[in-house]
């Protein structure tokens, strides 16, 4: 107990030498400065005080004639600057603790999963129209009514689960599929042409062939008709079934960007720093409201949190603002549209391209090209 309370207090380990030790030994007891631990050496008097004693030792010293050094210092003031840098440490913690335990009550961050026809744009507005959005209080919400407000929002949407863990928010959606056609296998149909071309390949299944190979047939020209006819019974009607590939020469006119000034960038950027509080932002540089024209700006948001555990409602925004002028005219390069123009052509094609050709005009560009690709299209008729 004592030992403790010398260390609280502060125990000094000092050194007196050049004076006149037993006058300062006496001095010492009658201005009631204890010492303890006395040693006599060559290099002088060895003894311990408590902390607080050190100025009144000191001075007693100098009125001696002698100096007293300071050799070790054990507990006394170090310890308890110590202790109250823990103490804010643990109160800082507890409030980072606390300030974490209500962040996780609200809504911070947003994962969708699951969506492929709608955007994760999309969906998140909708749950915004529902109540939930970024900072709303989750245990007050309701999950079936949101899932059910979600479903009458979205009819792309054939179920929905919303999952709430520090934060952050998990949407899974699972999208409708598109109803097969439903048809009747004896409800007779004939397969006509979906676009004009040149017949290089026919297969009848089902029905009577109306064309053969390397004929030119024109859009909606009928191809295998479902009309069976006997010369001992009258005409029957069946579904025609077959494959029909002709070569097709489309034409696709893309057209291009009108001209427009030439940017050019100028030397130097200027860099804005940016702190969002919930949906409320907090600029940390000044003049960072000034509007800054001719300049192109890119922004990037830096979350805090950790990933996948908690997310809280702070995000550091940096802007940088790059300069620029104009000057000339600036005409787009039609070279650079002609593989968006034919990889497009490609995906309408229910086939492939064979060869294409471009022709550039002013302010268009026109692509010709052969394509060998499926033309049979089924109509259903009508019994006579």
Not at 19 to 24: E, L, Q, S, V, W
Not at 150 to 160: G, H, K, T, V
Not at 259 to 286: D, Q, T, Y
Not at 303 to 309: E, R, S, Y
Request: charged fraction near 30%; include cysteine.
């Amino acid at each position: 107990m004592r030992k403790t309370l010398r260390l609280f207090r502060g125990e000094l380990r000092v050194r007196f030498r050049g004076g006149d030790t037993a006058r300062f030994l006496n001095a010492c007891a009658e201005a009631g400065v204890e010492l303890r631990e006395i040693e006599s050496a060559q290099e002088g008097l060895y003894a311990c005080l408590f902390e607080e004693e050190r100025t009144r030792a000191e001075k007693i010293a100098l009125l001696c004639s002698g100096e007293l050094e300071t050799l070790a210092l054990r507990g006394g003031s170090r310890e308890r600057g110590m202790l109250r840098r823990r103490a804010r440490l643990a109160v800082f913690a507890c409030l980072c603790a606390l300030a974490l335990s209500l962040s996780s009550l609200f809504i911070w961050d947003f994962e969708v999963t699951g969506n492929d026809r709608l955007s994760r744009t999309e969906i998140l507005r909708a749950l915004a129209d529902c109540g939930v959005g970024e900072g709303c209080f989750w245990p007050a919400g309701d999950a079936e009514a949101i899932r059910s407000k979600m479903l009458l929002r979205l009819p792309e949407l054939a179920w929905m689960s919303l999952n709430v863990r520090g934060s952050r928010a998990s949407v899974v959606v699972l999208e409708r599929r598109d109803a097969p056609e439903i048809y009747r296998e004896d409800a007779p149909a004939d397969l006509i042409a979906a676009r004009g071309g040149v017949i290089a390949e026919l297969s009848v299944e089902n029905g009577r062939a109306l064309a053969s190979r390397g004929q030119t047939v024109t859009e909606g020209e009928t191809l295998v008709s479902g009309t069976l006819e006997s010369l001992a019974a009258p005409p029957r009607r069946v579904r025609a079934r077959g494959s029909v590939t002709a070569d097709t020469w489309p034409e696709r006119t893309v057209v291009l960007c009108p001209a427009a000034r030439e940017k050019s960038r100028k030397k130097g950027f200027r860099m804005i720093l940016g702190l969002r509080v919930g949906k409320h932002r907090v600029n940390l540089l000044p003049n960072s409201r000034k509007e800054l024209d001719e300049c192109d700006r890119i922004m990037k948001e830096y979350q805090i949190g950790v990933k996948g555990l908690f997310t809280f409602p702070l995000r550091l925004i940096a802007e940088v603002y790059r300069p620029f002028e104009t000057q000339g005219d600036y005409r787009p390069d039609p070279s650079a549209f002609e593989p968006r123009a034919l990889a497009a052509l490609g995906e309408e094609t229910d086939g492939e391209v064979l060869s294409c050709e471009f022709t550039r005009g002013d302010g268009f560009l026109l692509l010709r090209a052969h394509c060998r690709e499926e033309i049979a299209l089924t109509k259903e008729t009508e019994n006579p």
